[in-house]
């Protein structure tokens, strides 16, 4: 009879410990999942700006008229080359040129080229099946870099069509004309059939050293352009996104994805609070008990929901002044979610692909992830609460 006890005790012990290794690690439930097109490869590509703007864009016509399109991020990629390489020439060489852009591009090359689908110009004939462009990168780099050393002391009138050769060489020529579901189309008959106007958005950031409630061109490398963005409070920012998703529109999201807090890998993107751990008790003891290594180790190991900073307009200004958030990366908002204990979190559609990936393709960044590591966002004009849209002037 002992032994029958002893056996059951010993059992219910280790049911227990399994039911805490599964409790370790989080779990998400969808408050708001809006409905978008699929997650995409930008593979080995510094196109991000390009998957993101099209999902977007894809994401607002499904909003719209319930067609499921996929465009082409190559043509974007493109025509944003080409016309960045004569500025970057006529700049002596001093602008940013680079694969990098913003999401402005996307509109960009919209109003001004039309748009494409992925079957009439997929970008992928150099010979690879995913996007792998470092070295076509570093061809067109070293091309205008040429240009501009201006070893002839004056311009050919051909150095910009042999830089849209290469373009053509590695991504293919952006096609003139094209069929799409039995009908003839240019790219610009394309992009009106669809019904997208780019002049119903618009981009929107929070930062203290621009005046709050006018547009002032944003300081970041990848924006060649010059292009504008709205300036508003942190708590309006913020409140522009919630808004946004609980009434039915996706938000373009450009954010900084290399901080620590950050986990591809695990499918979270959060700000532990490294200061003040919240803890008691045997648990607070142990925590103090750790090095200061032990103690980072332990807050990143992200093996459940953490107590995290709180966010405040100072902190994204210094980061932002201090080159500790950057134009990183670009990305989807497209739903809110809470973890076990009821935080919220944004669910976002990345392009890294699914293949063996936790959550698919998407990933949940915490409140304070999205308040801290914003650089900007695009939104829908009607996206944006009244009393905020008063304050712009809109």
Same mark, same amino acid.
């Given at each position: 009879m002992l032994l029958i006890a002893a056996l059951f005790l010993n059992f219910a012990a280790i049911g227990q410990e399994e039911e805490k290794e599964e409790e370790k690690g989080f779990k998400f439930t969808d408050d708001i999942s809006i409905e978008h097109t699929s997650?995409?490869?930008?593979?080995?590509?510094?196109?991000?700006?390009?998957?993101?703007?099209?999902?977007?864009?894809?994401?607002?016509?499904?909003?719209?008229?319930?067609?499921?399109?996929?465009?082409?991020?190559?043509?974007?990629?493109?025509?944003?080359?080409?016309?960045?390489?004569?500025?970057?020439?006529?700049? =002596?060489?001093?602008?940013?040129?680079?694969?990098?852009?913003?999401?402005?591009?996307?509109?960009?090359?919209?109003?001004?080229?039309?748009?494409?689908?992925?079957?009439?110009?997929?970008?992928?004939?150099?010979?690879?099946?995913?996007?792998? =462009?470092?070295e076509m990168d570093e061809v067109l780099k070293s091309y205008v870099d040429a240009i501009?050393?201006?070893?002839?002391?004056?311009?050919?009138?051909?150095?910009?069509?042999?830089?849209?050769?290469?373009?053509?060489?590695?991504?293919?020529?952006?096609?003139?004309?094209?069929?799409?579901?039995?009908?003839?189309?240019?790219?610009?008959?394309?992009?009106?059939?669809?019904?997208?106007?780019?002049?119903?958005y618009l981009e929107i950031t929070s930062y203290s050293h621009q005046a709050y409630y006018e547009e002032f061109v944003m300081e970041i490398p990848d924006n060649w352009l010059w292009s504008p963005i709205w300036n508003v409070k942190m708590d309006e920012m913020m409140a522009i996104i919630d808004f946004s998703l609980e009434n039915g529109y996706t938000v373009n999201w450009g954010a900084d994805v290399s901080d620590k807090g950050f986990s591809w890998k695990n499918g979270v993107a959060l700000i532990p609070d490294e200061e003040k751990p919240d803890l008691s008790g045997t648990e607070k003891e142990k925590w103090e008990a750790l090095t200061a290594k032990e103690k980072q180790k332990a807050i990143f190991s992200f093996d459940g929901p953490v107590k995290e900073k709180e966010i405040t307009a100072e902190m994204r200004q210094e980061r932002y002044d201090n080159y500790i958030v950057t134009d990183d990366h670009g990305m989807l908002i497209v739903g809110i979610a809470k973890d076990q204990e009821g935080n919220k979190y944004y669910k976002i559609k990345n392009s890294w692909g699914t293949d063996g990936?936790?959550?698919?393709?998407?990933?949940?960044?915490?409140?304070?992830?999205?308040?801290?590591?914003?650089?900007?966002?695009?939104?829908?004009?009607?996206?944006?609460?009244?009393?905020?849209?008063?304050?712009?002037?809109?």
């Open positions: 997650v995409k490869n930008q593979y080995r590509s510094g196109t991000c700006w390009s998957f993101a703007g099209l999902a977007f864009v894809e994401a607002e016509l499904y909003r719209m008229t319930g067609k499921d399109y996929d465009f082409s991020e190559m043509f974007v990629v493109h025509h944003t080359y080409s016309d960045k390489a004569k500025k970057y020439v006529r700049m =002596h060489g001093n602008l940013t040129f680079s694969a990098g852009a913003e999401v402005t591009d996307v509109f960009r090359v919209w109003r001004e080229y039309g748009i494409v689908p992925e079957t009439s110009c997929s970008g992928l004939d150099y010979g690879e099946d995913k996007h792998t =462009h470092g501009v050393k201006n070893k002839n002391r004056k311009l050919t009138p051909v150095w910009h069509e042999g830089f849209d050769r290469v373009l053509d060489t590695y991504l293919g020529e952006a096609p003139e004309s094209f069929t799409y579901e039995g009908v003839e189309y240019t790219p610009r008959k394309f992009a009106d059939m669809t019904g997208f106007n780019p002049d119903n990936h936790i959550y698919d393709g998407y990933f949940y960044a915490s409140e304070a992830y999205v308040k801290l590591q914003t650089i900007g966002i695009a939104i829908h004009k009607d996206a944006i609460p009244k009393d905020i849209r008063k304050r712009l002037g809109m």
